[in-house]
């Protein structure tokens, strides 16, 4: 199975300043047809579902705001929120779409600083 | 607008068995693969099983495979989830969540989830 690991595990953040957040796949989860990774991020605010952001990587989801970037390659990724803002308090968590079992990170909650 | 509206969720006891369902409208159901996935109070995500479009290709995570059963029917825009065997680690909200067309094979599915429902809970006690 594909282990995605996420740190750090809680960060606080000031509003307007940028939160970076990281996950590392076990193994490579680079999709060779299309050339893209596998990689997922979801945004989970309390008592609701998660909410996709990010899909290959770096793709935003329709609607999600520009300030959420995605980045990364091979087994490493990064998810940038670049002027946090009161709404992003959440947990964020990755997910490898490479095969399954379908695996996600352990979430790394953002809270204001 | 697109909804994902699950149900049957409940207490049960240890050994016993549920079907949840998962009623889909806003989409074409038939277009889509659709999947489980699963969050046990105060953790993390957990996939638990997905399903092709023509319910061809079923994966199912290792900690359920023999005990739970994933089915649709696209007629009725519904997906399925018979849980049999439950025990206490089950205990969980269980979303239904749908995924983009294409990925799925005899191989695998290559699945990330763009909509999800708000989730049953699955409470497995005694």
């Known amino acids: 199975d594909i282990v995605m690991t996420q740190s750090p595990d809680s960060l606080a953040v000031s509003l307007g300043e940028r939160a970076t957040i990281n996950c590392k796949s076990s193994q490579t989860i680079l999709y060779t047809s299309n050339n893209k990774n596998s990689l997922a991020w979801y945004q989970q605010k309390p008592g609701q579902p998660p909410k996709l952001l990010i899909y290959?990587?770096?793709t935003r989801e329709s609607g999600v705001p520009d300030r959420f970037s995605g980045s990364g390659s091979g087994t490493d990724f990064t998810l940038t929120i670049s002027s946090l803002q009161a709404e992003d308090v959440a947990v964020y968590y990755c997910?490898?779409?490479?095969?399954?079992?379908?695996?996600f990170g352990g979430g790394t909650k953002v809270e204001i600083k | 607008e697109v909804q994902l509206v699950e149900s049957g969720g409940g207490l049960v006891k240890p050994g016993g068995s549920l079907r949840l369902s998962c009623e889909a409208s806003?989409?074409?159901?038939?277009?889509?693969?659709m999947n489980w996935v699963r969050q046990a109070p105060g953790e993390g995500l957990e996939w638990v099983s997905s399903i092709s479009i023509s319910s061809s290709f079923i994966f199912y995570s290792d900690s359920v495979k023999g005990r739970f059963t994933v089915s649709r029917d696209n007629a009725k825009n519904s997906l399925y989830l018979q849980m049999n065997g439950l025990r206490a680690e089950d205990t969980a909200v269980y979303y239904c969540a749908r995924s983009p067309p294409g990925y799925c094979s005899s191989h695998t599915c290559r699945n990330w989830f763009d909509r999800w429902g708000l989730g049953t809970l699955v409470t497995v006690s005694s």
């Open positions: 997910q490898q779409s490479y095969t399954t079992p379908l695996t």
């Open positions: 290959w990587a770096s």
């Open positions: 806003g989409f074409t159901f038939s277009d889509y693969n």
